[in-house]
């Protein structure tokens, strides 16, 4: 069975269900979790240097403050099922390569993490984190999908 799940998360409510789903599963089968989360990279074109300095520092902190308030949440959950969580933030042009690497260097034999579940057009359009991972992992990944009303 399954030892060590990698659950990413960006801090949406899919994503919030996803990591409860995965939190409860890692319980069951007395696996630990590794909680990622991927901070983009802040881009901008400016005319004076001090403008990408401040824009960049607000940024930074801001991002940071969310990144830190999501794996704070997903630590909370696993604390209330006994689950041992570490947690990993970094940072990533290509979020999907990122949980990839992550999974790949903390020895995950298991990505569980959410999926819109974007069908024809708006698939391909949209694309999606969710189906990269599943693409080019070659480690198993477990997809959350919302519930259908």
């Known amino acids: 069975m399954y030892t060590h799940i990698l659950v990413p998360t960006d801090g949406s409510s899919l994503s919030n269900f996803a990591v409860d789903e995965a939190m409860a599963f890692a319980s069951s089968v007395n696996a630990r979790v590794t909680l990622l989360t991927v901070i983009e990279p802040f881009h901008l074109i400016a005319f004076a240097p001090e403008q990408v300095a401040e824009t960049r520092d607000a940024y930074d902190r801001h ?87």
């Open 63 to 149: 991002a940071r403050r969310e990144a830190e308030q999501r794996l704070r949440r997903g630590e909370e959950e696993a604390g209330v099922l006994g689950v041992v969580c570490d947690t990993v933030l970094v940072t990533s042009d290509d979020p999907h390569e990122a949980i990839i690497e992550v999974a790949k260097g903390r020895n995950c034999d298991l990505i569980a993490m959410a999926s819109h579940g974007r069908r024809g057009v708006k698939a391909l359009v949209l694309g999606s984190v969710t189906a990269k991972v599943l693409t080019h992992s070659s480690i198993p990944v477990l997809v959350y999908r919302p519930k259908v009303a």
